[in-house]
Structure formats: structure tokens, C-alpha cells
């Protein structure tokens, strides 16, 4: 299932960093770059959480079983504080 940005959401790169505000008015800042990467991959085009470790891997010098155990992480708060959602397959 892949990701996407949370509909509406409001999002500005400055300096690197990423600044969002969801509908509930809270802002949210992501300095780390992994994060921002993320962000801005899944902001071009929806993501299945395979295409984004590929993409950190290939990104990234990291070992795979910390970039898995780091995206699922920074998925997981992400999905949490609304700014990106986790789709649904089409149902039949």
C-alpha cells in the first residue's frame, strides 16, 4: 500500500528543513534529511514503503536493517501527526 501527503496540508522547504501545517493548525518541522527526502519523494508521486527503502538505500550510506528500522519509524510518526496517510488498495 503506498503513501501519500495528507490532504489538505500546507508545506514549505526552507534551508533544508521541512515545514508543514495540518488542518488542526499544528506545525510540524522535519530537519533530519532522510526525513525531508522522504517527504519530498512521497510529495512527487505516492509510495509503497519498498520503493522508499530502495530509495534510501540507494540515497543513503546506511545498512539496510537501520534504514528499515529508521523509515518505519519516521513513517509511523508521520502517518501519526497527519501528514502523510497510508492508502487503501481499490476494493473489488
Avoid: C
Avoid at 495540518?22 to 520503493?51: C, N, S, W
Wanted: aromatic share 10%; hydrophobic share 45%.
Amino acid at each position: 500500500m503506498p503513501y501519500r501527503l495528507a490532504n489538505p496540508l500546507a508545506w514549505r522547504i526552507v534551508e533544508e528543513q521541512l515545514f508543514a501545517i495540518t488542518p488542526d493548525g499544528m506545525l510540524h518541522v522535519v530537519e533530519e534529511p532522510p526525513g525531508v527526502f522522504t517527504f519530498l519523494r512521497i510529495a512527487k508521486q505516492e509510495a509503497t514503503y519498498q520503493q522508499l527503502l530502495d530509495a534510501w538505500l540507494e540515497e543513503f550510506d546506511v545498512e539496510r536493517p537501520q534504514a528499515q528500522n529508521d523509515l518505519s519509524e519516521f513513517l509511523a510518526t508521520m502517518v501519526a501527526k497527519k501528514l502523510l496517510v497510508l492508502t487503501s488498495p481499490p476494493s473489488d
